[in-house]
Each structure stands twice: as C-alpha cells, then as structure tokens.
C-alpha cells in the first residue's frame, strides 16, 4: 500500500510520488509592522499585553520611525480589588465571631427571635435556709444522728410566689397550726379521726404551716409535721399517711388517686423520700395534686388544686423547692 500524505491544495490525499513533483509553495512574507503610538506617561500605561512580551521584531516599511512598545505593569486594579477583598473578608470574619460570642454571653430570652415563652413556673422571691442556732449541725450532717432540724420550722415553710395571695387560715397561732386545721384537709370523719390518733401516738411537736392562691387560680397549702427523732418521723410516712401507690387517707376532693409518675426524677433531693399523687378523672369541678415529703424528723404535706385541671410545672416546681429547703 502507497504511503499517504495530506494534500495542501485539495484537502484530499495522494500518493507521496506525486507530492514530490509538485513545484514548492511561494514564500510568503511576513505581515507588516503597524505602527505603535506612544503611550501616555503615568503607572498604569499598557500595550494591551498580558504577559509583558513585544512579540517579534518585525523590518521597516518606511511609514516612519518604529516606536518601541512601553514596558508592562501589572494592573494595579486587580491588586486594589484583591486587597479590598481580603480586608472585607477579615472584617467580616472578625464580626461573626464577635457575634457568636456576644449571644453566647446573653441569656435566651435576651436574644431577638429566641425568646421563649414561659413553661409556667412561678416566680419566687429570694430563697434562703434559715440560720441554725449556735453550735447546731444541719439536718444531714453526720454528727447529727437523729437528722433532727434545729432551725425555726416556721422559716422552713416554702414563702408564696410572688402576686399569689396569702391564706390567712393556715398562718395559725404565733405560727403554729392547730391540728384540726390539718385534718380538716381529709375527706371523712374516720379518715380525720385515725389520722388524728396516729399523730398523738407518735408524739407530734408542732405544725408549721403556709398557704396562697395565685392569679390563675390554683390552691396551695403547706404543712410541715415535726416529731422527735427520723426514725418516728419515717414511720408516720410510711404507714399512716402514705402506702406504695395512694395516700392512705383522702383528701377532700380527692378520693380517687394514682402515683404521678409524671415527676421528674432529677427533681429528686438527696435525703428526702417524696411521694407524689395526681387525682384521676373523672374528676369534680378541680383537680388534686399532692405530696408527701420525709426529711429527717420532719415531714411535708403539699397540696395544690385547680378548677379544671392542676398544672404539672408549678405542682412539681413546689415539691422540689419544699425539699431542698428540707434537705
């Protein structure tokens, strides 16, 4: 097979024989030299290269003296508009994280647009542990083998949120409450009148006790039963006013009950047993919450009712106060 090559001036191909008897291609000459005009003096004069070269050097055609191209720069412009961009990168940058900061620093509600609504606890003023008589361990100090509470019982009582109004039924006499107005909360003349005896038996102290009712309604009443040494104080817990999973008396309103397994276990305090119960429906024209609390030689009866429901959060914001005011 012949050798083939491109044919310049059909586009075809023929053998290499025949391309060598064909007369070779004029010379063609160089294209002529435009006449440059002189740039103007100044920094950012250009020939309109990009890579600073003048191409090849080409003859005279007589037009007049060949002006030699001005030197290239590189275009200040790019390097302006580079620089701009790093700096608004660095201010940019500087200001976001002055702004993740500042948010860190600031509480949610500060936030515009993270502010939330309240979850319905109540707001209680400053909450502080009365102070013990000299020389007195705390209720759970280890030299304190009766868990005794030697501060003022009456100053161990939860203080009323604030707006709520007070109950002046439950202020007693000089602080003290009678007992009668403690078993006033139970359902039947039986349950009041067993109840009653137990308390006599185990020689309760005194009772201490607070009561408010807050804007929306809800009813709250406090007792703190103080007796003479734990040991007493846990067994009137556990076997006259509390079982595994009801009260073992009822309170008025309330004669339906389960354990309120709702309750936050991290609301738990350390040395305080809690039991707590939420009336079921279908209930009356309110609900009933309550709590039993056993701290050392004192125990904390809470109740809380509502007309329609009890709220969960305030009951539970209670219970959990009350017992660290205990512990």
Known sequence: MSELTD?????????????????????????????????????????????????????????????????????????????????????????????????????????????????????????????????????????????????????????????????????????????????????????RETLGQQLTDYGLRHIAARGWTTPDGTRTRIYLLQFGTAAVADEVHSQGLTSYDAPAHAIRGAEQTKTDDAFPAHATVDDVTRNTFVETKPYGAEQVREAYLSAGDTIAVIVQSRKGAAKAVPFQQTVALQSQLLG
Do not use: C, Q
């Not at 100044?42 to 030699?68: L, N």
């Not at 990168?89 to 500060?110: L, Q």
């Open 7 to 191: 044919s310049a001036e059909t586009g075809t191909t023929a053998p290499a024989e025949e391309r060598a008897e064909l007369p070779p291609p004029p010379e063609v000459p160089p294209p002529a030299t435009v006449p440059v005009r002189s740039a103007p003096a100044g920094p950012d004069a250009t020939d309109g290269t990009t890579d600073g070269s003048t191409g090849p050097e080409a003859p005279s055609t007589g037009a007049g003296p060949e002006v030699p191209p001005a030197p290239v720069r590189k275009d200040r412009r790019v390097l302006r508009a580079v620089l701009r961009w790093t700096v608004a990168t660095v201010v940019f940058a500087a200001a976001g994280t002055s702004a993740a900061y500042g948010i860190t620093r600031m509480d949610r509600t500060d936030v515009p647009g993270l502010a939330t609504e309240t979850d319905g606890r109540w707001d209680y003023p400053t909450i502080s542990l009365p102070p013990l008589p000299s020389g007195s361990p705390r209720p759970f100090a280890e030299s304190n083998r009766g868990s005794t509470h030697y501060a003022d019982l009456r100053r161990l009582v939860l203080p009323a949120p604030n707006g709520a109004h007070a109950d002046p039924a439950l202020r007693g006499s000089d602080g003290w409450l009678a007992t009668k107005t403690f078993l006033a909360e139970y359902a039947t003349r039986d349950d």
